[in-house]
């Protein structure tokens, strides 16, 4: 897959190559989507409404689909990318739209699988703060992303973690500086204090996971 020189999902190349690339970016990814099926399995009620934004090529709701059909849940796949919509094979039908002005109905559970990292800053605090108050009590709003780097020595050594796992993954150095360059202005990783009251579940290097409920 060639790297465009500022990221995007929106071409077919980047589309059509995404299952293979990210699972070489992120090692750690298909050991994380079974950890937040696993975590979603226990917030979903007979009957109950569940979010995938970001869902690109249906990985998650793959995971859940034998807990969906079985439950009679409603599950709404959500990415801005058309260019996902043909290569989309898990449940629900697929919604083009942005998630950040999007208007969610209430729900049961929401994932954010590496989602948040690519909405503007202004947005996302506000869309935190609207998922959680449409989640339902007793849901859940599970978060996966990209932290801001620690700060001293220990942001020095995750850093390095994060970029051994791609270099241990098989991923030639050439291809980790491209898609780190490409980065630049388009991905913004997460603060801790944009997530309040939120438990953390999972970190590998500079990526965690979360699980918000609501008030």
């Not at 249906?58 to 260019?83: H, K, M, Q, W, Y």
């Not at 051994?164 to 150095?173: L, N, R, T």
Request: proline residues 5%.
């Amino acid at each position: 897959m060639k790297i465009p020189t500022d990221w995007t999902f929106k071409t077919a190349d980047v589309a059509g190559g995404f299952d293979q690339h990210v699972r070489e970016q992120l090692p750690w990814y298909d050991l994380m989507s079974g950890a937040v099926a696993h975590i979603a399995r226990h917030y979903i009620p007979d009957g109950g409404q569940v979010y995938d934004l970001g869902c690109s090529t249906g990985n998650i709701g793959n995971l859940l689909r034998d807990t969906l059909t079985a439950r009679g849940a409603t599950f709404i796949p959500v990415d801005n990318a058309e260019s996902m919509r043909s290569l989309y094979e898990g449940p629900g039908e697929f919604t083009v739209a942005d998630v950040a002005d999007m208007d969610f109905e209430e729900f049961d559970v929401a994932v954010a699988f590496l989602c948040l990292m690519f909405i503007p800053l202004p947005l996302r605090s506000r869309l935190v703060a609207r998922l959680r108050g449409k989640c339902r009590k007793g849901g859940a709003v599970i978060i996966v992303d990209k932290m801001q780097a620690s700060g001293g020595y220990l942001g020095t050594v995750l850093g390095r973690l994060t970029l051994a796992g791609k270099a241990a993954a098989g991923v030639p150095a050439e291809q980790i500086i491209e898609k780190e360059l490409s980065l630049a202005g388009i991905q913004r990783p997460l603060t801790e204090s944009e997530l309040p009251e939120a438990v953390k579940v999972f970190q590998f290097g500079e990526f965690a996971g979360w699980v918000l409920q609501p008030c």
